[in-house]
């Protein structure tokens, strides 16, 4: 059983950065891939990056690659996601999930545990 707790959201202007954490109970964190997803209202929740536990390769959706950063601490069990540039199209609510698996994967219903979200407001 992996928990997983978000923090870091907030109100950013248009331009300016967030750095979102998530931080996840269990002794097999290291064994897990961690993803991010985010959901604007109204819309379904999207892919937004993943992280293997092997190597460390990472994945991106087209829509924050090369603004977007994912990286994990496997000593502090804890994932993060540095967004940079942001836009208010960015604006959602953020989940990090994990996935007991070796690949990364884009899919929702590819992960086993999800956090509660932490909310991204980008103003413009």
């Known amino acids: 059983q992996v928990q997983l707790v978000e923090s870091g959201g907030g109100l950013v202007q248009a331009g300016g950065s967030l750095r979102l954490s998530c931080a996840a109970s269990g002794r097999t964190f290291s064994r897990y891939v961690m993803a991010w997803f985010r959901q604007a209202p109204g819309k379904e929740r999207e892919f937004v990056a993943a992280?293997?536990?092997?190597?460390?390769?990472?994945m991106y959706a087209d829509s924050v690659k090369g603004r977007y950063t994912i990286s994990r601490d496997n000593a502090k069990n804890t994932v993060y996601l540095q967004m940079n540039s942001l836009k208010p199209e960015d604006t959602a609510v953020y989940y990090c999930?994990?996935?007991?698996?070796?690949?990364?994967?884009?899919?929702?219903?590819?992960?086993?545990?999800w956090g509660q979200g932490t909310q991204v407001t980008v103003s413009s």
């Open positions: 999930a994990a996935r007991n698996a070796v690949t990364t994967k884009r899919g929702p219903s590819e992960y086993d545990y």
């Open positions: 992280i293997s536990w092997i190597g460390g390769g990472t």
